[in-house]
């Protein structure tokens, strides 16, 4: 069953920032600038050729197609900053759901590029990040030069003082971003090496974020502590779609390499449930979410990478039998449906909001590499799910 176009044409000519500040215009030229994606005026037609049918060679050629135009047009740029490194693990599981190793030989290029460094001493969560990729390629070539700088730099980040005296700032994952970005890399380096210590650290820095950031109530989390009081127009709590999603993302991504028997292993379990019944119960009408998840009516687009995010980790649930089957299925698959309506001819995915820390104006035709990459880790377990077999995959 192909998709219906007219309304979704019709929206990718508008144009959003007509509220948008100086500062968040500002902002936009420089993640253009810094080729992290654009959002042209006339980015062309929406696509015609994809079936939102939940069946592995649908799924594949959606996949394909968005991953193709993405390597295309961004392999000349890449980097280390977290906005790629999101981009680099869509990449990896694409090739392994696709079993092509064109987007893991790039992986390789890039790191071998990089001498497998990160992009800092001392590195925060977002300079963490791209490791996760040097860690997935390690584990599959056991080459120890793939390892080694990224053990280093955690075994440092492991020496130094935790907290920090920057008020709001205490914490090494005081954003919660953070939990995307970092996590999972320390579940991987105890993959890569079976020290506990990297699982143990891993452990007491989720949970003082959580209870910082994690709203019992709500179950959504604020973005970080200044963000623990503010409100929508609408006088709700404040609570960002994009972050929501790097918690639950981080939530799968941390899972797949944590220890079976790690005791708190049921916590993340727990909290994956909560925060995917609360946005399960947020969805649009379209199948998405918009920036802002408790005043959605204030936002007239919604919003790619948070909506990606999510259902990848609704899915990757699923799969793993953390959730349930009949209740998130539908979910998932009005998520994906949603999805593919922004998706050009040519390949681009549209409706990602440029980087910031809050709901903010962008474009129809907005697009950025870390919303490509959620967009393919959610593929790549759609297309899982889509053969209905709940077997334990890539969880190590």
């Not at 948008?20 to 006339?42: C, M, V």
């Not at 197609?65 to 906005?83: G, H």
């Not at 300079?127 to 075994?155: I, N």
Request: charged share 20%; proline share 6%; aromatic share 12%.
């Amino acid at each position: 069953m192909l998709l219906s176009f007219g309304l979704q044409e019709a929206m990718a000519q508008q144009v959003s920032y007509e509220h948008a500040t100086a500062k968040q215009l500002a902002g936009i030229a420089k993640d253009n600038s810094r080729h992290f994606g654009d959002d042209p005026d006339d980015p062309g037609p929406l696509a015609s050729d994809l079936s939102y049918r939940i069946a592995p060679a649908a799924v594949g050629k959606a996949m394909r197609k968005v991953a193709d135009w993405q390597l295309a047009r961004s392999q000349p740029y890449f980097d280390r900053i977290w906005t790629w490194s999101i981009l680099y693990s869509g990449f990896m599981a694409t090739s392994e759901s696709l079993n092509d190793p064109k987007y893991r030989d790039a992986m390789m290029a890039m790191g071998t590029k990089f001498d497998w460094k990160l992009r800092s001493h001392l590195p925060n969560a977002d300079d963490q990040s791209v490791a996760q990729t040097y860690l997935e390629l390690y584990l599959l070539k056991k080459d120890p030069a793939m390892m080694e700088p990224t053990r280093s730099e955690l075994d440092a980040v492991l020496a130094a003082p935790r907290m920090s005296k920057i008020p709001g700032k205490e914490l090494p994952w005081w954003w919660c971003d953070a939990l995307f970005m970092g996590p999972p890399v320390w579940a991987r380096m105890y993959a890569a090496t079976g020290d506990q210590k990297y699982i143990s650290y891993l452990d007491e820095e989720w949970w003082k974020t959580s209870d910082r950031l994690y709203d019992t109530k709500e179950q959504l989390y604020a973005r970080d502590p200044s963000y623990l009081n503010k409100t929508e127009a609408n006088g709700q709590k404040m609570f960002w779609g994009r972050g929501n999603g790097w918690v639950m993302g981080g939530i799968a991504r941390t899972l797949e390499y944590l220890p079976k028997d790690d005791p708190a292993r049921p916590k993340y379990v727990k909290q994956l449930q909560e925060m995917s019944a609360r946005i399960a119960s947020l969805q649009g009408k379209d199948g998405l979410w918009r920036s802002g998840l408790l005043d959605q009516g204030n936002y007239a687009l919604p919003e790619m990478s948070g909506s990606a995010l999510m259902t990848y980790a609704m899915a990757w649930g699923v799969n793993q039998g953390i959730l349930s089957r009949k209740v998130y299925r539908p979910v998932i698959e009005r998520a994906w449906a949603g999805m593919l309506h922004h998706v050009y001819a040519d390949g681009r995915l549209g409706c990602i909001q440029q980087t910031g820390a809050e709901p903010a104006p962008f474009k129809a035709s907005s697009s950025y590499t870390y919303g490509v990459g959620a967009f393919l880790l959610a593929g790549s377990e759609i297309r899982q799910m889509g053969t209905n077999s709940s077997a334990g995959k890539r969880v190590h």
